[in-house]
């Protein structure tokens, strides 16, 4: 009976220690000054994650590692109106971005990634977002935020970004930027962020667009892609779309068979008209890689 109540006891105490585990390193209380909060993000390894929040402050940031393991480096300074907010995480002995570009090319591993970072956003207050991740992974879900500006920048991370509760942006989005060097980057349900602008930018690595939700409102596309992949999900439905692309010898390109070509290096799909009230334009660049447009159906 001992036995059994100790391991009993043991039990009940086990999930105890696991969720004392996860400690609150950072909160930013709002400002009722603050119309607007200006985020940059900073990470070098590791797994990040990012979620909206019904609460108030407007970062809290959680995490599995004890605060003297790593570092960690808030700055929040008010402007005006506006609440600029730095955070920086930095793993000790995890290598620079040019040692990663270099690890990455000649077979060097990465980090497990066990150590993680829970970051929350209120709903209560726009934001411009910029996220640096150089190593690791991050997942991040925007799902009914206020996101004037988005902007994403990863060295060799894989990473997950956009709406999956279905849940749209708050307010119009004026541009959704995602600049890839080694990692990869999937979009997904990017329509749903409302942007006017989108900007892809692709080195060695991949770029996914999820837009196979009917856009709300015209959208401009400019992607570049030097020897990695941009692959572009249109929906299944008749919708107005003009592809422009300058390629070279050395890349592929491969459209929807919705997507006819007009002109060189221009391709549209019978809908467009060029004044329809939700049309897509890609003005796309590519030297050595691939370019793909896929419908939904045949994803």
């Known amino acids: 009976m001992r036995t059994i109540f100790t391991w009993a006891v043991m039990g009940l105490a086990f999930p105890l220690v696991l969720k004392a585990q996860v400690k609150k390193l950072i909160s930013v209380d709002d400002h ?10 900073r990470a070098n390894a590791g797994t990040c994650f990012i979620k909206p929040t019904h609460n108030q402050e407007v970062v809290c940031m959680y995490s599995n590692q004890n605060p003297d393991a790593f570092a960690h480096r808030l700055i929040k300074e008010i402007n005006g109106k506006v609440c600029d907010v730095k955070i920086a995480i930095e793993e000790p002995g995890q290598q620079g971005f040019g040692q990663t570009i270099s690890s990455q090319l000649f077979g060097s591993e990465k980090p497990a990634g066990q150590n993680y970072w829970k970051v929350y956003l209120t709903q209560q207050k726009p934001y411009r977002l910029v996220l640096h991740y150089a190593l690791g992974e991050a997942n991040i879900d925007l799902s009914g935020l206020a996101i004037e500006n988005f902007r994403l920048f990863s060295g060799s991370s894989d990473i997950q970004v956009g709406y999956p509760t279905g849940v ?3 307010v119009p989005m004026d541009t959704f930027c995602v600049k890839v060097e080694l990692g990869s980057v999937k979009v997904n349900n990017l329509c749903l962020s409302r942007a006017r602008h989108v900007i892809a930018d692709v080195g060695f690595g991949n770029i996914t667009l999820d ?6 409102n015209p959208l401009n596309v400019r992607g570049s892609v030097g020897a990695g992949n941009l692959i572009v999900i249109l929906p299944n439905e008749s919708l107005p779309v ?20 007009i002109s060189e290096g221009t391709f549209a799909t019978p809908s467009y008209t060029g004044s329809a009230p939700n049309a897509m334009v890609f003005d796309l660049d590519v030297s050595m890689g691939n370019i793909v447009f896929k419908e939904k159906s045949r994803n």
Do not use: A, G, H, Y
């Open 211 to 216: 837009m196979s939700n009917k856009p709300m």
């Open 168 to 170: 749209e942006n708050q």
């Open 242 to 261: 003009l592809v422009k692309v300058k390629d070279s010898w050395m890349c592929n390109v491969k459209m929807t068979p919705s997507l006819r070509k």
């Open 32 to 41: 009722p000054q603050c119309n607007t909060i200006n985020l940059q993000l």
